[in-house]
């Protein structure tokens, strides 16, 4: 618990140090609301024995005029005022601190996430990197929001214990008893609910997930029947939610009465003392009224401090995934040299000795502390390396197919070609250069990349297109115009549907936009990648989606296009494998056997096997009906 | 599609049927609530115990009266230790009794989400019924637990403290009630634009994450044509958007809280100053004006929280609404009225569809018309046609996933509506394209297909698939994990083990919806081969995205445009020189 408040209390510090103008406003404004209230306090104490106990039990000869009283009045109310207007700064620059902080770790993990390798991202699940910039930031800063308060209330109590000193030592030591009571009971309550509430949320995560599971899979449990066995599955979740619910109840049912009754036996005691110190003549009706009045005020503020308890955990909690992030030292190291620009003609390529193993999945930066609900189990094998030794050459200008079955390690070398990520041993060689001595920005711009799945920014038809190439400050040899993106569109077969749009290249598309079909988002992604007229096009099965014909017209229309370039193509199709000069197939993440397609079908019965299986199966039937009608 | 959520009930009506679907919740509701009731009488004990010490105690006639007090507030201290106690009682019992009928509630709304047609539960959807038996069962117990709680001690506590003030003296208890109620009727109005910053905060809280997902779910292509810069304006401009909305809501709350202190400070000044003018004319004692200090303060929580807690109640009510109308959502696929009910006779199954129209619920497109067709049992079908042609719908018919607009579908002689979904779909097995894992292992995954069967026969049911190999190169075999929906696996793996799990469940008709769709086609072909033998003694249909299949059934069945437009052997069909014959072509044009 100490350890968790130092912690937290440090990254709170850290956040003052970044926002430091807001935060002093914050702070500024807490102060006056925290001497303000006091004061009222100690005025309502003032006015009761000056004005008060002389104007209602006419002692002290009955001075006190009319104007006295609403003299009284207004200075209650002018100290009430300020006291607003602190109230007022402090909730308003909290709010602007604590969200000028989220927006500056949401834009600062937005940018890791952009420079992270991409092996890194391969080892981390999307949806907890989505939740980290969401919901782990948020829960950093929200104490953000109480803390102000919390400090105020520090100077509240030490106001109010100086004027009730100064009133009455004696019963301001009893009336401040209840201050140290009223945060035992504060620290009491966290220390005991922080691994209820914990329980609960875990337990309310893991409903979620079974529920979600299971209405994902709804159709295979409605195909099975299964539903019985799934509502069970779900109302065990259910109840022992229901059980730690209760359990959290009862202790939370405890501390709000607590709380309430604390300030109440403390002012109990004040009366009691106080009439006892009246007696002696130490003190007088207006002190007594001003010490009372005081706790009652204090009862509420001093919650601040539970709450602060409450957010701090999850300040440790969110802050240590945030940071786990952002102190990520895993980089692409980019080289210094350049390529030759785009219209230097297609870049032979080549490999030497690739192999790549894929990433172990990362590790929850608090997995120790907690069950990550929605894992299931881990796999206890190391996966064997997804390439082993790859070595291809691949003469400028020329197509190469590469084949092989499901999981052979297609996608993976795809990736290597582009320096999507980096091989574990071996070397990519574009135009003669290792990839990983280029500088930034240079694979890119020479080499393209179409993966299998292709992925719809939420944006305009041209804006999927250009991906900022259109920007003002794109250097103009480079800048794409509405010319190229419908040249591009054109090569890419799609310039019909996107004419076809209600708004053209306006219109958007992804995801709160007009859905488009695997085929249109296919040709899409081919058209970002012929935009860019890349020396060296990777097609990762991105044309199976389209129906022969029109990927017959894609890949025809890129070799009449004359620009010249050097095309990898991960492809099953015969018609496909057709239009390449040279084929590479691959298992298991080895080559086995490369050269012109006719040769390797010849001595390759695993090719073979592969690219003729449906036609070798319909032959094979026809072989057996033609038997069946010969014995006929 | 919408079938799911209707328009609104009327309020009553909703607030009944909830307590019809979670009685725990009323149960003893009326004894919490009377002992809420007497709570709120320690609230009084202060007030009370302020204005005897100064009017009987210290300005007791002859000097203070210390024996007097200390009494006093002793009693007053029992009074508040006991209204300790029964607050928490109260809690306690509250929090039992709504848990409890929660619980029951979250878990019909799941069981009538799995009732309800699977048709009706995609993409967004779901997102949503999982809201209705977390997040929407959540809100209603965080109003009950909390909200109604302090709306009902509010009410005593004010009711209470209002009486009081007007026994002492009527004419200050005007100006404390003139001074609340302005504030109480404002504060509902203020709710208002609060409640619209904070859905405007949510709504771009939605499009920040949406930007920031493109950074994580898009990397790959952000990498490959080096378009950072883009997604870092995007990404700069959704949080700055965020971050204004959240500072704007922020200022609304800060008013709204603000506006409470100022009247509650005005409130003190008021009662100080009337309340003098008043003791000077001697119509008020010094104890009950200075007891009006802390009768007034009792105003002040309820009219900060009331506000806050009738927002709760609205959200309370909205999701109470939105749980009883998913339970209240007419089932699209009823189970057979008791009377009705009939066995689907053992063996093979054999189909028959007649005269079968089918349109999506709330649309008039027909997306089959007129379908009869005959599939003796034992026989092999393989239904073709393009994207959109009606085949994955008669695929759900004969599954009784849907009930037809139109005609009937006759299983072994029994209507498909006259079988109990349980036994129905014990026997008559789909196995869709999309092959759906639950986050466990690849042998729990196989095992739901026949709840009980051990190790052995998962492994027996692959090995009968030709698929002993594949499990066998995994290197944790059956104890290899999915991971979540089974994407650890490729697409074609995942088909695998569904097809083992629809195996291993040992059907008499197993309906194949593209069911090996993404597997590589030397594995097809094998798969293929395999399944011929594991069907013989079953009735199969198979959705065909391929004609390969079709070439290996016995019937082939051709849909166009939501019509059956030829049926027959594969040969004959190309033959005959129709539709069939022309899908055909262009297959083998393709397969080169």
Not at chain 2, 483 to 494: P, V
């Given at each position: 618990?100490?350890?968790?408040?130092?912690?937290?209390?440090?990254?709170?510090?850290?956040?003052?140090?970044?926002?430091?103008?807001?935060?002093?406003?914050?702070?500024?404004?807490?102060?006056?609301?925290?001497?303000?209230?006091?004061?009222?306090?100690?005025?309502?104490?003032?006015?009761?024995?000056?004005?008060?106990?002389?104007?209602?039990?006419?002692?002290?000869?009955?001075?006190?005029?009319?104007?006295?009283?609403?003299?009284?009045?207004?200075?209650?109310?002018?100290?009430?005022?300020?006291?607003?207007?602190?109230?007022?700064?402090?909730?308003?620059?909290?709010?602007?601190?604590?969200?000028?902080?989220?927006?500056?770790?949401?834009?600062?993990?937005?940018?890791?996430?952009?420079?992270?390798?991409?092996?890194?991202?391969?080892?981390?699940?999307?949806?907890?990197?989505?939740?980290?910039?969401?919901?782990?930031?948020?829960?950093?800063?929200?104490?953000?929001?109480?803390?102000?308060?919390?400090?105020?209330?520090?100077?509240?109590?030490?106001?109010?214990?100086?004027?009730?000193?100064a009133a009455d030592p004696l019963l301001a030591a009893v009336?401040?008893?209840?201050?140290?009571?009223?945060?035992?009971?504060?620290?009491?309550?966290?220390?005991?609910?922080?691994?209820?509430?914990?329980?609960?949320?875990?337990?309310?995560?893991?409903?979620?997930?079974?529920?979600?599971?299971?209405?994902?899979?709804?159709?295979?449990?409605?195909?099975?029947?299964?539903?019985?066995?799934?509502?069970?599955?779900?109302?065990?979740?259910?109840?022992?939610?229901?059980?730690?619910?209760?359990?959290?109840?009862?202790?939370?049912?405890?501390?709000?009465?607590?709380?309430?009754?604390?300030?109440?036996?403390?002012?109990?005691?004040?009366?009691?003392v106080g009439t006892a110190r009246a007696a002696s003549g130490a003190v007088g009706v207006g002190d007594l009224?001003?010490i009372?009045?005081?706790?009652?005020?204090?009862?509420?503020?001093?919650?601040?401090?539970?709450?602060?308890?409450?957010?701090?955990?999850?300040?440790?909690?969110?802050?240590?995934?945030?940071?786990?992030?952002?102190?990520?030292?895993?980089?692409?190291?980019?080289?210094?040299?350049?390529?030759?620009?785009?219209?230097?003609?297609?870049?032979?390529?080549?490999?030497?000795?690739?192999?790549?193993?894929?990433?172990?999945?990362?590790?929850?930066?608090?997995?120790?502390?907690?069950?990550?609900?929605?894992?299931?189990?881990?796999?206890?094998?190391?996966?064997?390396?997804?390439?082993?030794?790859?070595?291809?050459?691949?003469?400028?200008?020329?197509?190469?197919?590469?084949?092989?079955?499901?999981?052979?390690?297609?996608?993976?070398?795809?990736?290597?070609?582009?320096?999507?990520?980096?091989?574990?041993?071996?070397?990519?060689?574009?135009?003669?250069?290792?990839?990983?001595?280029?500088?930034?920005?240079?694979?890119?711009?020479?080499?393209?990349?179409?993966?299998?799945?292709?992925?719809?920014?939420?944006?305009?038809?041209?804006?999927?297109?250009?991906?900022?190439?259109?920007?003002?400050?794109?250097?103009?040899?480079?800048?794409?115009?509405?010319?190229?993106?419908?040249?591009?569109?054109?090569?890419?077969?799609?310039?019909?549907?996107?004419?076809?749009?209600?708004?053209?290249?306006?219109?958007?598309?992804?995801?709160?936009?007009?859905?488009?079909?695997?085929?249109?988002?296919?040709?899409?992604?081919?058209?970002?990648?012929?935009?860019?007229?890349?020396?060296?096009?990777?097609?990762?099965?991105?044309?199976?989606?389209?129906?022969?014909?029109?990927?017959?017209?894609?890949?025809?229309?890129?070799?009449?296009?004359?620009?010249?370039?050097?095309?990898?193509?991960?492809?099953?199709?015969?018609?496909?494998?057709?239009?390449?000069?040279?084929?590479?197939?691959?298992?298991?993440?080895?080559?086995?056997?490369?050269?012109?397609?006719?040769?390797?079908?010849?001595?390759?019965?695993?090719?073979?096997?592969?690219?003729?299986?449906?036609?070798?199966?319909?032959?094979?039937?026809?072989?057996?009906?033609?038997?069946?009608?010969?014995?006929? | 599609?919408?079938?799911?959520?209707?328009?609104?009930?009327?309020?009553?009506?909703?607030?009944?049927?909830?307590?019809?679907?979670?009685?725990?919740?009323?149960?003893?509701?009326?004894?919490?609530?009377?002992?809420?009731?007497?709570?709120?009488?320690?609230?009084?004990?202060?007030?009370?115990?302020?204005?005897?010490?100064?009017?009987?105690?210290v300005?007791?006639?002859?000097?203070p009266?210390v024996?007097?007090?200390?009494?006093?507030?002793?009693?007053?201290?029992?009074?508040?230790?006991?209204?300790?106690?029964?607050?928490?009682?109260?809690?306690?019992?509250?929090?039992?009794?709504?848990?409890?009928?929660?619980?029951?509630?979250?878990?019909?709304?799941?069981?009538?989400?799995?009732?309800?047609?699977?048709?009706?539960?995609?993409?967004?959807?779901?997102?949503?019924?999982?809201?209705?038996?977390?997040?929407?069962?959540?809100?209603?117990?965080?109003?009950?637990?909390?909200?109604?709680?302090?709306?009902?001690?509010?009410?005593?506590?004010?009711?209470?403290?209002?009486?009081?003030?007007?026994?002492?003296?009527?004419?200050?208890?005007?100006?404390?009630?003139?001074?609340?109620?302005?504030?109480?009727?404002?504060?509902?109005?203020?709710?208002?634009?609060?409640?619209?910053?904070?859905?405007?905060?949510?709504?771009?809280?939605?499009?920040?994450?949406?930007?920031?997902?493109?950074?994580?779910?898009?990397?790959?292509?952000?990498?490959?044509?080096?378009?950072?810069?883009?997604?870092?304006?995007?990404?700069?401009?959704?949080?700055?958007?965020?971050?204004?909305?959240?500072?704007?809501?922020?200022?609304?709350?800060?008013?709204?809280?603000?506006?409470?202190?100022?009247?509650?400070?005005?409130?003190?000044?008021?009662?100080?100053?009337?309340?003098?003018?008043?003791?000077?004319?001697?119509?008020?004692?010094?104890?009950?004006?200075?007891?009006?200090?802390?009768?007034?303060?009792?105003?002040?929580?309820?009219?900060?929280?009331?506000?806050?807690?009738?927002?709760?109640?609205?959200?309370?009510?909205?999701?109470?609404?939105?749980?009883?109308?998913?339970?209240?959502?007419?089932?699209?696929?009823?189970?057979?009225?008791?009377?009705?009910?009939?066995?689907?006779?053992?063996?093979?199954?054999?189909?028959?569809?007649?005269?079968?129209?089918?349109?999506?619920?709330?649309?008039?497109?027909?997306?089959?018309?007129?379908?009869?067709?005959?599939?003796?049992?034992?026989?092999?079908?393989?239904?073709?046609?393009?994207?959109?042609?009606?085949?994955?719908?008669?695929?759900?018919?004969?599954?009784?996933?849907?009930?037809?607009?139109?005609?009937?579908?006759?299983?072994?002689?029994?209507?498909?509506?006259?079988?109990?979904?349980?036994?129905?779909?014990?026997?008559?097995?789909?196995?869709?394209?999309?092959?759906?894992?639950?986050?466990?292992?690849?042998?729990?995954?196989?095992?739901?297909?026949?709840?009980?069967?051990?190790?052995?026969?998962?492994?027996?049911?692959?090995?009968?698939?030709?698929?002993?190999?594949?499990?066998?190169?995994?290197?944790?075999?059956?104890?290899?994990?999915?991971?979540?929906?089974?994407?650890?696996?490729?697409?074609?793996?995942?088909?695998?083990?569904?097809?083992?799990?629809?195996?291993?469940?040992?059907?008499?008709?197993?309906?194949?919806?593209?069911?090996?769709?993404?597997?590589?086609?030397?594995?097809?072909?094998?798969?293929?081969?395999?399944?011929?033998?594991?069907?013989?003694?079953?009735?199969?249909?198979?959705?065909?995205?391929?004609?390969?299949?079709?070439?290996?059934?016995?019937?082939?069945?051709?849909?166009?445009?939501?019509?059956?437009?030829?049926?027959?052997?594969?040969?004959?069909?190309?033959?005959?020189?129709?539709?069939?014959?022309?899908?055909?072509?262009?297959?083998?044009?393709?397969?080169?």
């Amino acid at each position: 618990m100490s350890g968790t408040f130092t912690t937290g209390m440090r990254t709170m510090a850290r956040g003052a140090r970044e926002e430091p103008r807001l935060f002093a406003v914050a702070i500024a404004g807490s102060v006056v609301y925290g001497v303000g209230t006091a004061a009222t306090g100690w005025l309502v104490g003032r006015v009761t024995e000056r004005v008060v106990v002389p104007a209602v039990t006419g002692s002290a000869g009955g001075s006190v005029s009319t104007w006295d009283v609403w003299l009284a009045g207004a200075a209650l109310m002018a100290v009430t005022v300020v006291t607003v207007a602190g109230v007022l700064a402090r909730r308003i620059w909290a709010g602007a601190v604590a969200f000028a902080l989220q927006a500056r770790y949401r834009r600062r993990l937005a940018r890791r996430y952009l420079e992270l390798p991409l092996s890194w991202h391969h080892a981390h699940p999307a949806g907890r990197l989505l939740a980290t910039a969401g919901s782990d930031v948020e829960a950093t800063w929200q104490a953000m929001l109480v803390l102000p308060f919390a400090l105020g209330v520090v100077v509240l109590i030490g106001v109010a214990a100086v004027a009730m000193a100064a009133a009455d030592p004696l019963l301001a030591a009893v009336a401040l008893l209840v201050v140290p009571a009223l945060v035992a009971a504060n620290v009491v309550y966290q220390r005991r609910m922080s691994p209820r509430v914990t329980q609960v949320q875990r337990l309310r995560g893991e409903v979620s997930a079974t529920a979600h599971e299971s209405f994902e899979g709804a159709l295979v449990v409605k195909t099975l029947g299964l539903a019985d066995e799934e509502v069970e599955r779900f109302a065990r979740d259910a109840d022992r939610l229901r059980a730690a619910n209760v359990a959290a109840g009862r202790t939370r049912g405890a501390f709000e009465p607590v709380i309430e009754a604390l300030p109440s036996l403390g002012t109990l005691a004040v009366l009691a003392v106080g009439t006892a110190r009246a007696a002696s003549g130490a003190v007088g009706v207006g002190d007594l009224v001003q010490i009372a009045f005081l706790l009652g005020l204090l009862a509420f503020p001093v919650r601040s401090f539970g709450w602060l308890l409450s957010e701090l955990p999850r300040t440790v909690a969110g802050d240590a995934r945030v940071q786990a992030v952002l102190r990520e030292s895993a980089t692409t190291p980019w080289g210094e040299r350049h390529l030759p620009d785009a219209g230097a003609g297609p870049a032979p390529l080549a490999t030497t000795g690739l192999s790549y193993r894929h990433p172990a999945p990362a590790v929850d930066p608090l997995a120790g502390q907690r069950r990550h609900h929605d894992s299931g189990p881990t796999p206890r094998h190391e996966p064997s390396p997804a390439l082993a030794d790859v070595s291809l050459d691949v003469a400028a200008g020329s197509t190469v197919a590469v084949v092989g079955s499901t999981g052979s390690g297609k996608s993976t070398l795809a990736g290597l070609l582009v320096r999507l990520v980096d091989p574990t041993s071996g070397a990519v060689l574009l135009d003669g250069v290792d990839v990983r001595e280029l500088a930034e920005g240079q694979v890119a711009g020479a080499a393209a990349l179409v993966p299998q799945s292709t992925f719809v920014f939420d944006d305009t038809v041209r804006g999927n297109i250009a991906l900022g190439l259109d920007a003002d400050d794109v250097p103009p040899d480079r800048r794409v115009g509405d010319d190229d993106i419908w040249e591009a569109l054109r090569l890419a077969r799609a310039d019909g549907f996107v004419a076809a749009l209600p708004n053209g290249l306006d219109e958007l598309v992804g995801e709160r936009g007009s859905t488009l079909s695997g085929g249109q988002r296919q040709r899409l992604a081919l058209a970002r990648a012929l935009v860019r007229k890349p020396r060296l096009l990777v097609l990762d099965d991105a044309t199976s989606a389209l129906d022969p014909a029109v990927e017959r017209a894609v890949l025809d229309g890129l070799a009449a296009s004359g620009a010249g370039t050097t095309v990898v193509v991960v492809a099953y199709r015969p018609a496909t494998i057709a239009l390449a000069d040279e084929v590479v197939h691959l298992e298991r993440g080895r080559v086995v056997d490369r050269g012109p397609a006719e040769e390797v079908a010849a001595r390759d019965a695993g090719y073979r096997d592969l690219v003729t299986a449906y036609a070798r199966a319909a032959r094979d039937r026809a072989d057996e009906a033609a038997g069946r009608a010969g014995r006929a | 599609m919408s079938t799911a959520v209707k328009s609104s009930a009327p309020r009553e009506g909703v607030l009944r049927r909830a307590q019809e679907l979670a009685p725990e919740i009323a149960q003893g509701l009326g004894v919490t609530l009377a002992i809420a009731a007497a709570t709120t009488v320690g609230k009084l004990v202060v007030p009370v115990a302020v204005q005897q010490t100064v009017d009987t105690g210290v300005l007791a006639p002859g000097g203070p009266d210390v024996q007097r007090v200390v009494v006093l507030c002793a009693v007053a201290a029992v009074i508040v230790l006991l209204t300790t106690v029964t607050a928490w009682v109260v809690n306690v019992r509250l929090f039992r009794a709504t848990e409890a009928g929660l619980a029951s509630l979250r878990v019909r709304a799941f069981r009538h989400v799995h009732d309800l047609a699977v048709l009706t539960q995609s993409g967004e959807r779901r997102g949503a019924l999982v809201s209705r038996v977390t997040s929407d069962v959540d809100t209603i117990s965080t109003f009950l637990q909390t909200g109604m709680l302090v709306l009902v001690l509010s009410l005593g506590q004010v009711v209470l403290a209002t009486g009081l003030m007007f026994f002492y003296s009527w004419q200050l208890a005007l100006v404390v009630l003139g001074c609340f109620l302005p504030l109480v009727l404002l504060r509902h109005r203020f709710q208002r634009p609060v409640a619209q910053a904070y859905a405007a905060v949510r709504v771009r809280m939605g499009e920040m994450l949406s930007a920031i997902s493109e950074t994580v779910v898009g990397a790959d292509v952000i990498r490959a044509h080096a378009a950072s810069a883009r997604s870092w304006r995007t990404v700069d401009a959704a949080v700055e958007a965020h971050r204004k909305q959240a500072v704007k809501a922020q200022v609304a709350t800060a008013a709204t809280f603000s506006s409470g202190v100022l009247v509650s400070g005005l409130v003190v000044a008021l009662v100080l100053v009337v309340g003098t003018l008043l003791g000077m004319n001697g119509d008020l004692t010094l104890g009950r004006l200075l007891a009006f200090l802390f009768l007034a303060q009792l105003w002040v929580g309820p009219v900060q929280a009331t506000a806050e807690v009738l927002n709760e109640l609205q959200n309370a009510l909205a999701g109470w609404r939105r749980v009883v109308e998913l339970i209240d959502t007419p089932v699209v696929v009823p189970e057979p009225s008791r009377d009705r009910v009939r066995e689907l006779p053992a063996g093979p199954v054999e189909v028959r569809v007649e005269d079968v129209g089918y349109a999506y619920p709330g649309t008039d497109r027909a997306v089959l018309t007129g379908v009869s067709l005959h599939l003796p049992a034992g026989s092999r079908t393989a239904v073709v046609g393009e994207t959109g042609s009606g085949k994955t719908t008669l695929a759900r018919l004969v599954t009784r996933l849907v009930d037809p607009v139109q005609g009937r579908v006759v299983l072994s002689g029994v209507d498909a509506r006259d079988l109990p979904g349980r036994e129905l779909h014990r026997r008559v097995v789909a196995v869709p394209q999309e092959g759906f894992l639950f986050d466990t292992t690849i042998g729990e995954n196989v095992r739901r297909g026949r709840p009980g069967s051990s190790d052995d026969d998962v492994r027996a049911a692959f090995a009968e698939l030709g698929l002993g190999d594949w499990l066998d190169g995994l290197p944790d075999g059956l104890d290899t994990p999915v991971g979540q929906r089974g994407e650890r696996l490729s697409a074609g793996e995942r088909q695998l083990v569904a097809l083992a799990r629809a195996h291993l469940a040992d059907p008499d008709l197993l309906v194949l919806d593209e069911a090996t769709s993404s597997v590589d086609p030397a594995t097809e072909v094998r798969l293929q081969r395999a399944l011929e033998g594991v069907l013989s003694g079953r009735t199969s249909v198979a959705i065909a995205h391929r004609l390969s299949t079709a070439e290996a059934a016995d019937v082939v069945v051709v849909v166009d445009g939501g019509r059956v437009v030829e049926v027959g052997a594969a040969g004959e069909l190309v033959r005959a020189g129709g539709a069939y014959a022309r899908l055909h072509g262009a297959w083998a044009a393709g397969r080169g």
